[in-house]
Nanobody
Framework: QVQLVESGGGLVQAGGSLRLTCAAS????????MAWFRQAPGKGPQFVAG?????YYADSVKGRFTISRDNAKNTMYLQMNSLKSEDTAVYYCTARLGRVPRTPVVTDFTSWGQGTQVTVSS
């Protein structure tokens, strides 16, 4: 399994921006589907955005979040703009070798980071 480390979380006011980073250890990073999930207090994990040879998003973040990757650096990013209080959650980076469905669930992925907290104050 690939080792994943997230960074970039923090406290931001509503309407602000943050960029999350996920650093991966595996040299086959470019062969992995990557995604961001989030989990708010008292709620189950929620898919946010994914990237393989394409990008795809949950409806709740379309137009506000942008997922990208730099295969040369084994790194994935999530640019989050126009943040809302409902975006408050722990954000997790995840990966698996090969492709995943366009509406993935937790069990579609095999490697997970430790999570980074994003708190949006209203």
């Amino acid at each position: 399994q690939v080792q994943l480390v997230e960074s970039g979380g923090g406290l931001v006011q509503a309407g602000g921006s943050l960029r999350l980073t996920c650093a991966a250890s595996d040299r086959t990073f470019n062969m992995h589907s990557m995604a961001w999930f989030r989990q708010a207090p008292g709620k189950g994990p929620q898919f946010v955005a994914g990237i393989d040879w394409d990008t795809y998003y949950a409806d709740s973040v379309k137009g506000r979040f942008t997922i990208s990757r730099d295969n040369a650096k084994n790194t994935m990013y999530l640019q989050m703009n126009s943040l809302k209080s409902e975006d408050t959650a722990v954000y997790y980076c995840t990966a698996r070798l090969g492709r995943v469905p366009r509406t993935p669930v937790v069990t579609d992925f095999t490697s997970w980071g430790q999570g980074t907290q994003v708190t949006v104050s209203s």
